[in-house]
């Protein structure tokens, strides 16, 4: 399969000219959108939620990642396997988790284009149609590479701010929920939560914190919503109290 994570959305002709070119590469092949609304622009939440979002695919799936505000830019167009997972996208720093995180990694410069490149859309130009042939098992011309020719910024293992805010109006943060004991507190924005495994063990209207279905830590309120009651959004920060 083609897992795609991007920040285009599902709105607008973005995401479905790309599943257009994906189709016509690799026919028979599923295109699967796991995260179409990353945060746009922001790169560090994105190497955030890649890892966790990308966990439960089988071996083998091509994740077509796209978080891009410097296309056309001096980044270099990257294809790496980490883990048995293949990853196709800029490099960025989108990269940079899934990289630390994995036990074996291999990295390659896409030296490829095809004869029409737009200057502002790779994911459709360059990446969908790389990721189609490495999932038809296609060989593409590429550098290999060593890790510390990528860009890997000095970003944190877990990231305590909020990291995506999910149409429930629940709230993602960068941590990885086995870093935290269940007796933690977390303070957001002036409020103090306490952990619950699941929403029916507070009541409704009552704000806590547990560990989401991918292992992040999220900011929840049963029946309500997290961002409006504690007023956060993307960026805020989450201070472990105790």
């Not at 933690?184 to 209207?205: D, K, W, Y």
Request: charged share 20%; aromatic share 10%.
């Amino acid at each position: 399969m083609i897992a795609i994570f991007t920040d285009f959305g599902l709105e607008g002709p973005y995401t479905g000219q790309m599943k257009a070119v994906l189709a016509h590469e690799a026919p028979g092949v599923p295109a699967i959108d796991i995260f179409p609304d990353l945060p746009p622009f922001n790169v560090r939440a994105a190497a955030c939620l890649l890892p966790a979002y990308a966990s439960r695919l089988p071996d083998e799936a091509v994740c077509l990642c796209v978080v891009d505000p410097g296309v056309g830019g001096e980044r270099v167009p990257l294809a790496l396997k980490a883990d048995g997972r293949w990853y196709v996208g800029p490099d960025n720093g989108l990269f940079s988790l899934v990289i630390r995180r994995a036990a074996q990694v291999q990295a390659w410069r896409i030296d490829w284009e095809p004869e029409q490149l737009s200057a502002s859309f790779h994911g459709r130009d360059l990446f969908a149609p790389v990721a189609a042939r490495i999932a038809l098992h296609h060989d593409f011309p590429s550098v290999p590479l060593e890790l510390h020719e990528l860009l890997l910024p000095d970003w944190p293992d877990d990231l305590a701010e909020v990291v995506y805010v999910d149409r429930y109006g629940n709230a993602v943060t960068g941590l990885r929920a086995a870093a935290l004991e269940r007796s933690s507190l977390l303070e957001v924005n002036g409020s103090r939560i306490g952990f619950a495994r699941t929403f029916c063990e507070r009541p409704a209207g009552q704000a806590f914190w547990y560990e989401n279905a991918n292992g992040l830590v999220e900011v929840a309120v049963n029946r309500g919503r997290a961002d409006r009651q504690l007023r956060i959004g993307i960026g805020d920060p989450v201070h472990l109290v105790v």
